[in-house]
DNA sequence: GTCTATACCGAGATAGAC
DNA sequence: GTCTATCTCGGTATAGAC
């Protein structure tokens, strides 16, 4: 998922202090990342973070609304009326077009699960149903198309599919190399059935 | 992947502090649980903490080496003459046992992966290979009994299969539920082949 | 091997000048 | 809206008694 929304050239501080707070927390968690790691990467001091974001939560908060916006405009923008084939490929260049070094910040909140305020964990909640709901209406097209393969229902699939994104994103950081995204692709996908 | 070999009456020391370092880790990341916390549970003091691992990097070196030996003792006690299916459903069962608050540890590190030193790095790889061989072997062995599917080779299938159930794990905990990991079964399994 | 006491630093956070 | 200065707390880590 890239975070590529950062900042043309100059954006407002709030906006840039959300950008980079994306990104620490892509890469390193949001236990992984301090008021002063940010300030330097924006280029102003911790109290002027501070103002804009009174508690770590709050930047936290705001960072989680944003990407959510973000990913779901990018969702919504891949064209219902491709076949279910194409709009799993561009779903799956969300995911690899971001660094290596980063994951889907949704995904590693996830794994902070436990260090998150209730409101950001339901957001995460929604977040994680949100793109398995989208799976699910493209892998029931795709069903119908004879092009992807659902086993059981939809949403069961969608759901798995999910996971392995999200795995699959966890394992190219690991081994720097996002190949991994794809074959979750080619898995999902109906090429040469093999017999059983 | 249960945490239970924690402490049956007494152990010593060293090895609850191991053990709940574990648990720590699963559940709040290596950034999300300090020396106070991990001596609280273990009902010692900080400084006690210090005498068996020096540094919190030694801690963690310890905890990753005797989790992957136990994860890898279990998976040597599932009999490789048992039908893939059923070594595939013991596999899960790894998974599931552990209580609905804990992911894979290595899991979590992974997501980690910048905040921790290089040999532990080398380690979760290792982890993870040890895995996608494993199931590798599995699947092969099911693609052949005409018992597992197997999209394109065994070792990418693995590789999925394995994202997958990490992913799943860590849905799992955040909807409370981890019934999610045995939906990845079912999505590899051969049951009732439904027409494309 | 575990404790008390403490050093030391980095974290989040606030006050108030500009 | 950003800064300097400062506060407080919690974190890792050490020294030395028992």
Redesign the interface.
């Given at each position: 998922m890239a975070t590529s929304v950062t900042s043309s050239a100059c954006a407002s501080t709030r906006d840039q202090l959300i950008a980079h707070a994306q990104t620490l927390i892509s890469?390193?968690?949001y236990?992984?990342f301090s008021y002063r790691d940010l300030a330097e990467h924006v280029g102003v001091k911790t109290a002027s973070i501070h103002y804009h974001f009174p508690q770590k939560d709050d930047l936290l908060q705001a960072a989680v609304v944003d990407y959510t916006a973000k990913i779901t405009r990018a969702l919504h923008a891949i064209d219902d009326s491709l076949p279910a084939v194409e709009r799993l490929e561009r779903y799956a260049k969300l995911f690899v077009g971001s660094p290596a070094?980063q994951?889907c910040m949704c995904?590693?909140l996830?794994?902070?699960?436990?260090?998150v305020p209730e409101p950001v964990?339901a957001a995460?909640?929604a977040f994680?149903r949100l793109h398995e709901n989208w799976l699910a209406a493209v892998i029931a097209d795709g069903?119908r198309e004879?092009t992807i393969?659902?086993?059981?229902d939809p949403q069961?699939?969608a759901?798995?599919?999910?996971?392995?994104?999200?795995?699959?994103l966890?394992?190219s950081?690991?081994?720097q190399a996002n190949d991994?995204v794809c074959?979750?692709l080619?898995?999902?996908c109906?090429?040469v059935?093999?017999p059983?």
């Open positions: 890469k390193r968690g236990n992984g070094d994951i995904g590693m996830a794994a902070d699960f436990a260090s964990r995460l909640k994680f069903k004879g393969k659902s086993w059981s069961s699939s759901r798995t599919a999910f996971a392995a994104f999200q795995g699959a966890l394992a950081r690991l081994f991994r074959e979750v080619q898995a999902i109906v090429r059935e093999q059983a």
